[in-house]
């Protein structure tokens, strides 16, 4: 622990208490060398207490009068002289005290103090978030509903502040510091078992970066989440072994070319999103037409890659050369100009275009370019990037047919990376699939549960099976199958599918329903309630496992055939 | 050469000093003690305790809680004085009390200074 700059502020009581001391000790001593002279007018010493009393009275400026009994002139003479001495050093030394209670510095040790305590008591598995901005300020209030526990360091005072107002369902720590120093993360708990991960999504790069290596460096087994939106950012990450680094825009190219060619995926994806699983048609794109994209930025250059790779036809309008030179490289399907201009538009064909995109960074030239090419053709197809999470309202009523919010995308994959590992693996892998695959998936998943599957995900370990962890042990291996029967007559199934199943680095997608379950499985379920009711039963108690595995109930004790009949 | 050192260095030293020349005598006889002597051993180890607020080190705690405990045995016996002075009336127990607190602060005291100069004599300069 490094409190330097608290013994360097005791230091500094010093000089104030010595001159009490010694203001103290000269009156006093005075007191009692001076003679004084009793009622009956002999001779007398005060003596130490006497001058001790009375030098603590007048010191203080409460004044009781003179003891014990009235002054002698010389007295007097002495006691005006140290009434001056003793009050200043007096009101000097207790000015001090309370100054260096105010100081920053002290302060700033003590919150620091408090939030070690803090972190030390956590006993449950916390995530780091570095910088506490509307991206993370949602994460956290998602992860708290979840009981996640999560901790903030914050380089701006006033947005801890903030955060102490938004009221979270769990207490959030929050620090102030600079992850410059990697002290900082030392103190937030990094190398702490229960420290799981590490979330930076801050719309620096480079400061994503830096907070992404320093992690990685202090505990190589935290999870280290972090955005990149540029890709020599990301590269670097990767090659220091980050494992999810996140590209909101890598995000929306990945998004269009599903909405166009392959829309059961997204409709899984936005399934595992906790969003409802069918697809609106404002979701799907025109799959036919001409596409219009204006800004070839970040943002540009992934939806081009989805376009190109969806064999759209598309025409792009940017307004900066540079960029327009970078894309006529390789792809002359660009033309220079303002988006919202009505004659760049018509020259751009919107009249016969099915989409316009209005992918700038400025939220209003975005909701002009919309105005701007409706008005041309009113049955074009409308998409807008939104920036900034609070013009929602002008958006809603703009009645944009597809909203894309960078940061709420950003928002929902965190989430299920930190809560749902499964989940987020299992996302990974359904994208590299066809769409055949995912028009199967969804079919089958309609089919199997209904209109409305839900997801678990469950771990075959002792917290979460014991009864299945205690047969596998002692008397063999069971099979996934068992764990799709039903509690109530173990011929039926319930309504529910094994999506993936991870055992240590092998992992499976759609695993087959003969698989032998082994110890630390993590298997993600999709089904109903009373599946995952009965999938718990089956995996935690005994008696319903051996009806399930046996078919009949066991005969062990009346116990069982009670709990069995009701 | 620190300046805060011969500063530090001169009030422990005073503290055990001015101690000393309290305690040295009858301890039964409280006219061979005198009253001023007791008040400047208070004063001093103030002072000495003072000086040895906020440091760091491990031989900085341990100074400091020894100077603590002089405080404690000084005050005590200049309290003690005055419960017989004003209270109970001066008798052989009471003045042995003073005598004999102020030793133990002595005690205190003389650990103080072996450590600082054990202390100084171990720094290679």
């Not at chain 2, 607020?53 to 002089?70: F, H």
Request: proline share 3%.
């Amino acid at each position: 622990m490094d409190n330097t700059a608290l013994f360097l502020i005791i230091r500094r009581l010093r000089l104030p208490m010595f001159v009490l001391i010694v203001t103290f000790a000269i009156s006093i001593l005075g007191l009692t060398l001076i003679p004084g002279q009793d009622d009956q007018g002999n001779v007398y010493h005060m003596t130490f207490f006497d001058a001790f009393f009375f030098v603590s009275y007048m010191a203080s400026t409460i004044g009781f009068g003179e003891a014990p009994y009235t002054f002698t002139y010389p007295q007097r003479l002495w006691v005006s002289f140290s009434i001056y001495m003793t009050v200043i050093g007096w009101f000097y030394a207790i000015g001090s005290i309370i100054a260096l209670m105010q100081d920053k510095i002290l302060s700033s040790q003590l919150a620091i103090l408090q939030f070690q305590k803090k972190i030390k008591s956590l006993k449950s598995p916390f995530i780091i978030f570095v910088g506490y901005n509307l991206l993370t300020k949602n994460i956290i209030h998602k992860l708290s509903e979840e009981g996640i526990q999560s901790v903030v360091i914050e380089k701006d005072e006033s947005k801890i502040d903030e955060m102490v107002l938004a009221s979270y369902m769990l207490e959030i720590p929050a620090m102030h510091g600079d992850i410059n120093d990697p002290e900082v993360f030392q103190i937030a708990g990094i190398s702490k078992p229960e420290c799981k991960a590490i979330v930076s999504l801050s719309s620096n790069d480079n400061l994503n970066l830096h907070a992404a290596m320093s992690a990685k460096l202090l505990n190589s087994k935290v999870k280290v989440i972090v955005e990149a939106t540029h890709d020599e950012y990301a590269d670097n990450l990767n090659t220091i072994g980050i494992e999810i680094v996140e590209n909101p825009f890598k995000f929306i190219a990945k998004r269009f070319y599903m909405a166009l060619r392959a829309p059961s995926l997204l409709m899984l994806e936005r399934w595992i999103y906790d969003e409802p699983f069918k697809l609106d048609p404002r979701d799907l794109l025109p799959t036919q037409g001409k596409y219009i994209v204006c800004g070839y930025g970040r943002m540009g250059k992934a939806i081009r890659i989805a376009l190109k790779r969806a064999g759209m036809e598309y025409l792009f309008i940017e307004t900066n050369p540079k960029k327009v030179r970078q894309m006529r490289e390789g792809d002359r399907q660009i033309v220079m100009g303002e988006g919202q201009d009505r004659k760049i538009l018509l020259d751009a064909g919107v009249k016969d275009a099915s989409c316009i995109i209005a992918g700038m960074n400025d939220d209003f030239i975005n909701l002009s370019i919309i105005m701007a090419a409706r008005k041309i053709n009113p049955s074009i197809f409308t998409v807008a990037r939104q920036n900034n999470i609070h013009d929602q309202s002008v958006f809603n009523a703009a009645k944009i047919d597809r909203v894309i919010v960078v940061q709420n995308l950003l928002i929902n994959q965190t989430f299920i990376a930190i809560a749902r590992p499964l989940s987020e693996r299992f996302l990974q892998m359904i994208k590299n699939m066809g769409a055949e695959w995912g028009d199967g998936l969804a079919m089958a998943l309609k089919e199997v549960i209904g209109e409305n599957p839900l997801k678990k995900e469950t771990e075959i370990i002792d917290k979460h099976a014991h009864a299945l962890c205690r047969h596998i042990k002692e008397v063999g291996p069971v099979p996934l199958y068992v764990l799709y029967r039903n509690r109530g007559d173990y011929n039926l199934n319930n309504k529910i599918v094994a999506l993936y199943l991870k055992r240590g680095e092998e992992e499976f997608l759609m695993p087959d329903s003969s698989m032998e379950l082994q110890l630390g499985d993590k298997i993600l379920f999709a089904g109903d309630d009373e599946a995952f009711d009965d999938l718990e039963y089956i995996m935690q108690n005994i008696y319903e496992l051996h009806y399930v595995l046996q078919g009949e109930s066991c005969e062990v004790s009346l116990s069982c055939k009670l709990h069995l009949e009701a | 050469m620190n300046l805060s050192n011969v500063i530090s260095g001169f009030f422990i030293i005073l503290a055990l000093t001015t101690n000393f020349g309290f305690f040295y005598g009858d301890p039964t006889i409280l006219e061979e003690h005198s009253k001023y002597e007791l008040f400047a051993a208070i004063i001093f180890n103030l002072i000495a305790t003072i000086y040895k607020l906020g440091d760091k080190t491990q031989i900085g705690a341990v100074l400091l809680a020894t100077s603590l405990v002089a405080d404690i045995q000084l005050v005590a016996s200049a309290s003690v004085w005055a419960l017989g002075a004003y209270v109970v009336g001066m008798n052989p127990e009471i003045v042995t009390a003073i005598i004999s607190l102020s030793g133990g602060a002595l005690a205190a005291n003389i650990v103080s200074v072996v450590l600082f100069v054990g202390e100084t004599i171990k720094s290679k300069r």
